[in-house]
T-cell receptor
């Protein structure tokens, strides 16, 4: 069991470019959560998805950010027209069920916007 | 506003010097309180889940307890390898998302 896989581990983008972060949940897990960790800040919830559905996107910025979890393939967090303030570590977690609370986190993608 | 506060922000201990980390919460409808460990450059690693006041869980040198307002993570005779950031998080109401505190950075000197 490879756990939650995130790639890339490190991503450098120039201002205005797009960033795509990928998350493959643990085998059998159909619930995916994205969190952002800014320097000196705690982990902040962004979005919760199940296969092909967005369940809760209350933590997502209104513009430039989107997420999907297609029927096949990994979950994608997409940031369009990145700005320096988007530089952070982005973590994905997966769980088996909504009530299982067995959240397993990936190692994260560290996005640097230059 | 619901929130999670961890204290102290940082803690330096001598190897073998036991101590406690605090997590206080002001949330409605607590469904679970979680402790995670995070090493530099890595994702959070699950330690414990507590569901109700009075509950306690142990794992090696760590023991987590829960009251109606706070949780403690007790570290008994810590070792340098216990050095990490310890995160507290809650799940509340009908939500499934975790709400985290800012974490406590623990350093254990040999």
């Amino acid at each position: 069991n490879a756990g939650v896989m995130q790639n890339p581990r490190h991503l450098v983008r120039r201002r205005g470019q797009e960033a795509r972060l990928r998350c493959s949940p643990m085998k059998g897990h159909s619930h995916v959560y994205w969190y952002r960790q800014l320097p000196e800040e705690g982990l902040k919830f962004m979005v919760y998805l199940q296969k092909e559905n967005i369940i809760d996107e209350s933590g997502m910025p209104k513009e430039r950010f989107s997420a999907e979890f297609p029927k096949e393939g990994p979950s994608i967090l997409r940031i369009q027209q990145v700005v320096r303030g988007d530089s952070a570590a982005y973590f994905c977690a997966s769980s088996l069920r909504t009530d299982s609370y067995g959240y397993t986190f990936g190692s994260g993608t560290r996005l640097t916007v230059v | 506003e619901d929130q999670v506060t961890q204290s102290p922000e940082a803690l330096r201990l001598q190897e073998g010097e036991s101590s406690s980390l605090n997590c206080s919460y002001t949330v409605s409808g607590l469904r679970g309180l979680f402790w995670y460990r995070q090493d530099p450059g890595k994702g959070p690693e699950f330690l414990f889940t507590l569901y109700s006041a009075g509950e306690e869980k142990e794992k090696e040198r760590l023991k987590a307890t829960l009251t109606k307002k706070e949780s403690f993570l007790h570290i008994t005779a810590p070792k340098p390898e216990d050095s990490a950031t310890y995160l507290c998080a809650v799940v509340m109401g009908a939500n499934s998302k975790l709400t985290f505190g800012k974490g406590i950075t623990l350093s254990v000197r040999p």
